[in-house]
């Protein structure tokens, strides 16, 4: 302490233990937050149209009858916003479809996403139309049952990341194939 | 250089020492007790590191530049004693080539 450099060193040294602690016991404050049920305005999966093409959306590759894509649109309403406190950075919600295949035991397809800032819009209405196509590598989508659920996953400031899902939905697949 | 000595000069006495070191950590104490509580009242924990940020430059602007205050009590050294001629060796030497 008798130099201003060892001073300097020794105060810096204590705020960043203070500023250590402040985060232990932020982690403390919100780590028995429950984060597995949404207070929804309106988790319901309303309305399903769809259709399904035996051909593949990127013309560059062949059209071959291998497989193929669905462009659904979901009616959707959930409201986020009591998910967040100060430890919440921001929450990844997406929209999965998923099903059994004759190829493959469990198949799990993500259809919309969205991501939730804190400062943001926590209500979402998917009712736009899927965002992504819903890809299949056989042909067994006509017709098909599927579950139909919503998942968010929390990133926090402090602590582990986690995933949550909301309970099943039933849909069901158009009979044919539309051009 | 009479800058540069006056400058290294400026050493604070270690009852000043103690007393600047338990200021800072005081005072990081208290801006970090306050800021956590007001971060979790207002839900930001940005506002919680900005109180502690201005908690530390407070506590370096009291404590880390030698102020007169921490330089009160300096340690009594004792006087220079003048050397008496018969202790030293040269003195003497000295006196017996004189005689």
């Known amino acids: 302490m008798y130099r201003g450099f060892e001073r300097l060193n020794v105060v810096f040294t204590y705020g960043v233990i203070t500023l250590t602690v402040c985060v232990l016991a932020l982690n403390l404050t919100t780590f028995f ?22 051909s593949s959306r990127y013309p560059s590759l062949r059209v071959d009858g291998s497989h193929e894509t669905a462009f659904l649109t979901l009616d959707a309403e959930a409201d986020f916003q009591s998910m967040f406190n100060w430890n919440v950075k921001q929450l990844f919600v997406s929209v999965v479809v998923e099903y059994v295949s004759p190829m493959h035991a469990r198949n799990e397809v993500v259809v919309w996403d969205k991501i939730i800032v804190r400062e943001g819009n926590a209500l979402i209405n998917t009712n736009k139309g ?27 400031n402090v602590g582990p990341m986690a995933d949550y899902q909301s309970p099943a939905y039933e849909i069901e697949f158009p009979k044919e194939y539309s051009h | 250089m009479g800058l ?6 400026l050493h604070m006495d270690y009852d000043g020492q103690a007393r600047a ?13 306050v800021g956590f509580i007001w971060g979790y009242i207002i839900q930001q924990f940005s506002e919680t590191v900005r109180i502690l940020g201005a908690g530390f430059i407070l506590a370096a602007i009291l404590t880390i530049p030698p102020w007169p205050i921490y330089r009160r009590k300096p340690l009594s050294w004792q006087k220079v004693r003048p050397q008496r001629s018969g202790d030293s060796d040269g003195e003497g030497k000295t006196k017996k080539k004189k005689q």
């Open chain 2, 4 to 9: 540069n000595d006056w400058f290294n000069s």
């Open chain 2, 21 to 33: 070191e338990k200021l800072s950590r005081i005072i990081i104490l208290l801006f970090g007790f």
């Open chain 1, 130 to 156: 899927s965002r992504y196509m819903h890809w299949d590598d056989g042909t067994g989508l006509r017709g098909l049952k599927a579950n139909w659920r919503l998942k968010w996953n929390v990133i926090r």
């Open chain 1, 33 to 54: 937050k429950d984060f597995s049920r949404i207070e929804t305005v309106n988790l319901d999966f309303k309305g399903f149209s769809g259709f399904i093409k035996n």
